[in-house]
């Protein structure tokens, strides 16, 4: 089976240095806040052109605590697309906060701001009034901040965005980092850049603020951890992955220029076949995913357990609209019919993407999927599902 993602060779590649890592944490022994988590700090930072990094738990802790640290308040909407994965959305509710669920673009399947007037009105006629909008940085690539930032500013609300899996990509040569008031990141292992573990970070210029989520990360902790200021919670990077963040950071550029070559590769093999994934102008993506749009009324289960068959995994990054999941139906939905995220719930796949993908791999995958699709009873030709 050709792997979904490569985590295997690309530790081989940085063994020895986690390993020197590892064993300078284990000779020091400050496991919690230890040097190695302000080092990454610095170093992801500036790699985000941010001033100020702090590193947390998980990417859905980075969310809350920037939530925190904009002062959502329990009642308050928060606009967010409803093609994403749980995280985006389930944080608002766990500060008592509403999630309001917009549109997304069918081409880069990122938060549609055409559709903010929309998730404002149907907010309000919910009695909800919006004070910020989450971004998503789907698969890799960031949203139209231009445009979202220009709605919000016209409106009053700030925006966060959620570049979970979009960390190392940029727009319009502004880095993820610079693209919203505040930036969310997850080292989930399977993220482009991933720990051995859980993990986030959150990038912000703003300096109360940094300093309020370092409070909030440890109990709302004032001077020391025992002088408690604000309600907060436990929400730190370990030592142990601040190290293996440390080599996997040294390689990371060198990764993301592989996931263009192994993006770029896809793109000419499934010509004909599927509908690739396209960058809007002035974007790059980090390439967490390569996902592709299936023609509409493909059997993609049948597609999927073909592929299977031939070796070739798959995953469909996300089957089921967040506003349509059970605990999120009540919640505000932008009054345009959210067309776009089920017919993209419906129709997406996403095949294997990592940065040690060899050409060989790629035309495997781009001769199985076209086997499975001429097997699989499509409805239509390529001309109907551009
Ligand atoms: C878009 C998005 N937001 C948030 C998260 C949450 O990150 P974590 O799993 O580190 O909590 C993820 C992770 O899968 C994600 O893909």
Same mark, same amino acid.
């Given at each position: 089976m050709i792997p979904f993602i490569d985590l295997a060779a690309q530790q081989a590649r940085i063994r020895d240095r986690i390993e020197a890592g590892f064993g300078t944490v284990l000779d020091h022994g400050a496991y919690v806040m230890g040097p190695e988590v302000a080092a990454i700090?610095?170093?992801?930072?500036?790699?985000?052109?941010?001033?100020?990094?702090?590193?947390c738990s998980s990417g859905t802790d980075a969310l809350i605590l920037a939530l925190l640290a904009q002062g959502l308040r329990p009642g308050q909407g928060v606009i967010v697309p409803s093609f994403t994965f749980a995280a985006s959305a389930e944080v608002m509710p766990v500060l008592g906060a509403v999630p309001v669920f917009a549109e997304v673009d069918p081409v880069t399947f990122n938060l549609d701001p055409a559709s903010l007037p929309a998730a404002m009105a149907a907010a309000r006629e919910s009695g909800i009034e919006p004070v910020g909008i989450i971004g998503v940085g789907l698969f890799g690539q960031p949203a139209d901040y231009a445009?979202?930032?220009?709605?919000?500013?016209a409106e009053g609300l700030w925006v966060v965005d959620d570049a979970a899996q979009?960390?190392?990509?940029?727009?319009?040569?502004?880095?993820?980092?610079?693209?919203?008031?505040?930036?969310?990141?997850?080292?989930?292992?399977?993220?482009?850049?991933?720990?051995?573990?859980?993990?986030?970070?959150?990038?912000?210029?703003?300096?109360?603020?940094?300093?309020?989520?370092?409070?909030?990360?440890?109990?709302?902790?004032?001077?020391?951890?025992?002088?408690?200021?604000?309600?907060?919670m436990t929400a730190r990077l370990d030592t142990l992955q601040a190290a293996v963040l440390d080599a996997k950071l040294d390689i990371f550029e060198?990764?993301?220029?592989?996931? +263009?070559? *192994? @993006?770029?590769?896809?793109?000419?093999? !499934?010509?004909?076949?599927?509908?690739?994934?396209?960058?809007?102008?002035?974007?790059?993506?980090?390439?967490?995913?390569?996902?592709?749009?299936l023609p509409a009324g493909t059997d993609r289960d049948a597609v999927m357990a073909a592929l299977k068959e031939r070796g070739v995994p798959s995953a469909i990054y996300y089957p089921v609209p967040m506003h349509r999941q059970p605990p999120y139906q009540s919640y505000p939905v932008s009054g345009c019919g959210m067309e776009v995220?089920?017919?993209?719930?419906?129709?997406?796949?996403?095949?294997?993407?990592?940065p040690y993908l060899d050409y060989?791999?790629? +035309?495997? *995958? @781009?001769?199985?999927?076209?086997?499975? !699709?001429?097997?699989?009873?499509?409805?239509?030709?390529?001309?109907e599902i551009a």
């Open positions: 700090e610095a170093r992801l930072a500036e790699a985000a052109g941010s001033r100020h990094c702090v590193s445009a979202i930032g220009a709605f919000a500013e979009s960390f190392g990509a940029s727009l319009n040569n502004m880095p993820v980092g610079q693209l919203a008031d505040i930036t969310c990141t997850s080292f989930f292992p399977a993220k482009p850049l991933g720990c051995y573990g859980d993990g986030g970070a959150v990038f912000v210029d703003d300096d109360a603020k940094a300093e309020l989520m370092r409070s909030c990360r440890v109990h709302g902790m004032g001077k020391n951890k025992y002088e408690n200021i604000r309600i907060g060198d990764e993301l220029d592989r996931r +263009q070559t *192994v @993006a770029d590769h896809y793109e000419a093999l !499934l010509d004909g076949i599927a509908v690739p994934p396209r960058l809007a102008a002035g974007a790059t993506s980090s390439w967490a995913q390569y996902t592709v749009k995220t089920a017919d993209l719930c419906s129709r997406v796949l996403a095949l294997p993407m990592h060989a791999q790629q +035309q495997q *995958v @781009a001769a199985a999927l076209a086997t499975a !699709l001429g097997n699989s009873g499509a409805s239509g030709g390529m001309q």
